[in-house]
């Protein structure tokens, strides 16, 4: 049988980040309570949580790179939520964001989960951050909980 690495979900003494978009804050609001309770749920404290209020999604992923430089934490969680209009700006800034929270997670070495909404209507946004689809801020917490652990199982090396 192949040795298999999968995380865990379970208490830890690691420190997380939730970077959190003002704008739409209905959702980000709800995302966030998710989150923390997902986390809290897992044994992680209160005081091992920092929360960054970032204007917009297309904040998010700056400071992201910058919390996980400070290797301070074990993992970031982006919230927030992004709503289809009329333009071809949702296309942008969902790519922006995306990209740029990869980014931030290769070159740091650092999880950063993406718990931004990207839907077409605020119906989804509505059903993503609490209703019919469950909270995506609690399922990007714990996402951040098995990469933490899994990070810590896997040898390090080249």
């Not at 999968?6 to 995302?31: K, W």
Request: glycine share 10%; net charge neutral.
């Amino acid at each position: 049988m192949p040795k298999t690495y999968e995380g865990r979900l379970g208490p830890t003494d690691a420190r997380f980040a939730l970077v959190v978009s003002r704008f739409n804050s209905l959702f980000s609001d709800q995302l966030l309570a998710g989150a923390l309770d997902g986390l809290r749920r897992h044994g992680v404290a209160d005081d091992h949580v920092e929360i960054v209020w970032v204007p917009g999604a297309i904040e998010i992923p700056l400071l992201a790179r910058r919390l996980a430089q400070t290797g301070r934490f074990a993992a970031i969680v982006a919230l927030g939520a992004v709503i289809r209009g009329a333009t071809p700006h949702f296309d942008h800034v969902c790519r922006l964001v995306s990209n740029g929270c990869a980014e931030a997670a290769r070159d740091s070495g650092v999880p950063v989960i993406f718990g931004v909404l990207t839907t077409d209507s605020l119906e989804q946004a509505m059903e993503r951050a609490g209703t019919k689809a469950g909270n995506k801020g609690h399922d990007a917490a714990t996402a951040a909980l098995e990469m933490v652990d899994l990070l810590r199982q896997l040898p390090q090396g080249r």
